[in-house]
């Protein structure tokens, strides 16, 4: 696992059907870098910067991750974690599921 991969990755919506997972710093900020120019804004930029200095420096990945979930709220593109995602999930964290 990379040292700049999300703890759980972020789920946001491109265009209007496709959701994509988000689930690194590079993930991040290439989705940031696609945005459209017209719809940037402060949180946007905000957003921008945690990642950039989550990349350059040692500025915490779970910050960044948090400022680029907060970008996606606030832009209303985040989406749930699909359902075969969330049970996956649950499944690894010793929840529910089949018995091993």
């Known amino acids: ?39 940037r804004g402060p949180i946007f930029h905000t957003a921008l910067r945690a990642c950039q200095r989550a990349f350059d420096s040692d500025y915490p990945l779970s910050a960044a991750r948090n400022a680029f979930a907060g970008f996606a709220k606030s832009a209303r593109i985040l989406e749930d974690a699909p359902p075969v995602m969330a049970s996956a999930a649950a499944q690894r964290a010793g929840r529910g599921g089949m018995p091993a």
């Open 1 to 39: 696992m990379s040292e700049r991969t999300f703890d759980s990755p972020v789920f946001v919506k491109d265009g209007n059907r496709l959701v994509r997972e988000i689930f690194c710093l590079e993930d991040a900020l290439e989705f940031l870098y696609e945005w459209p120019q017209q719809r």
